[in-house]
């Protein structure tokens, strides 16, 4: 089986508690946020079609085409999204409304002939895409705030630190987390929520802004949220912003 190897942006999503809901509001909400996405996408300028999707169940993986600029999964993608799932959410009865958790990553994946996409960076994106953080500052944040993201520092680097249009960023806020064999700093954005997001620490103050730059670990730091800062280097392979 022939594989290429290749720099993408990555984008992952997830409905917060899509649980309890039953078959038939998930699958509503589930094409909603599809539609929505496609929609963000080429308002974007990034060819849906050309992206390969994998279905999360409650949620969706997807790989960008080569070359895509990086800054435009922040700007105007996600902003374009979370003001379609406002517009949606202000029409639809409870069971149907929509909050995801979003995360951006992007590294050298493998690709396979059939567009299957493997790679360390999917299981770094998946961690942000479940980091507690995100989700305690959805939890938190007011009902029309509709995401929470959480782009890994390596993305934060390319594409927030600098301050090109319709990024800011002293709205983004840094966190440490740990998730089973990865732990980093990542930084978090509330879309529509005005200053950085508020997240707790372990025992309700304030969450600090670490320094130090993200590692891999290869044993798990326990359960839950590890508030403390992961010293480390982590060489990647910058692409196309």
């Known amino acids: ?20 809901r039953g078959d038939v509001a998930l699958h509503r909400i589930r094409e909603a946020l599809s539609r929505a996405l496609a929609e963000s996408f080429e308002l974007s300028d990034i060819d849906w079609h050309a992206s390969l999707r994998d ?22 993608l996600v902003h374009d999204l979370t003001a379609r799932l ?21 590294g050298d994946v493998c690709l396979g002939p059939r567009g299957q996409v493997t790679g360390r ?5 998946a961690r ?17 705030v509709t995401a929470s993201l959480l782009v890994s520092q390596p993305f934060y680097d390319d594409t927030v630190h600098h301050g090109y249009p319709g990024i800011e960023p002293e709205a983004f806020r840094r966190v440490s987390l740990a998730e089973k064999e ?10 529509g929520h005005e200053g950085v997001p508020p997240v707790p620490g372990p025992a309700g103050a304030p969450a600090r802004a670490g320094s130090g730059e993200p590692k891999m ?24 912003r």
Not at 2 to 18: G, M, N
Not at 182 to 191: G, N, Q, R, T, V
């Open 121 to 125: 960076p999917l299981e770094v994106l």
């Open 128 to 144: 942000l895409l479940d980091a507690a953080p995100a989700r305690a500052a959805l939890a938190r944040a007011p009902e029309a």
């Open 182 to 191: 990865y732990a980093a700093d990542a930084w978090l954005y509330l879309p």
């Open 86 to 106: 406002r517009a949606h959410n202000r029409l639809a009865a409870p069971p149907a409304r929509i909050r995801v958790r979003i995360a951006l990553h992007a």
């Open 1 to 20: 089986m022939t594989q290429t190897r290749e720099h993408r942006a990555l984008l992952a999503v997830d409905i917060a508690h899509s649980a309890g």
């Open 55 to 76: 279905d999360l169940g409650d949620g969706m993986r997807i790989t960008t085409p080569p070359g895509t600029p990086k800054t435009r999964l922040i700007h105007p």
């Open 217 to 240: 670990i290869n044993k798990a730091s326990g359960n839950g949220v590890v508030y403390a800062t992961q010293n480390g280097t982590q060489n990647i392979h910058h692409g196309r």
